[in-house]
């Protein structure tokens, strides 16, 4: 299996910045993606972004600009830079990890902007 243990959320003002983290540990693949999903209240969990361990990341079109999603293959964590937040972006946010036979997720992390 592969554990995903996320951290960095929390209540930020409008404009504001957060960094989100996610590690995974386990069966890791050697090749794998990674990324991080949101799901706000009465809507689906949709992607914000993912990266794989080649690098090569795509972002949600709503959050481009914003976000940046970067990783540390050593680490096996991924990382989510959230910057000039805004309140439609208030939502829990999930880590995922794709590779091999497994297709985990984290336990979510609450990011509420809000003044």
């Known amino acids: 299996q592969v554990q995903l243990v996320e951290s960095g959320g929390g209540l930020v003002q409008p404009g504001g910045s957060l960094r989100l983290s996610c590690a995974a540990s386990g069966s890791i693949s050697s090749i794998h993606a990674m990324g991080w999903y949101r799901q706000a209240p009465g809507k689906q969990r949709e992607l914000v972004a993912r990266?794989?361990?080649?690098?090569?990341?795509n972002t949600a079109d709503s959050v481009k600009g914003r976000f940046t999603i970067s990783r540390d293959n050593a680490k096996n964590t991924v990382y989510l830079q959230m910057n000039s937040l805004k309140p439609e972006d208030t939502a829990v946010y999930y880590c995922?990890?794709?590779?091999?036979?497994?297709?985990?997720w984290g336990q979510g992390t609450q990011v509420t902007v809000s003044s």
């Open positions: 995922n990890y794709r590779g091999g036979t497994y297709d985990s």
């Open positions: 990266i794989t361990t080649h690098g090569m990341a």
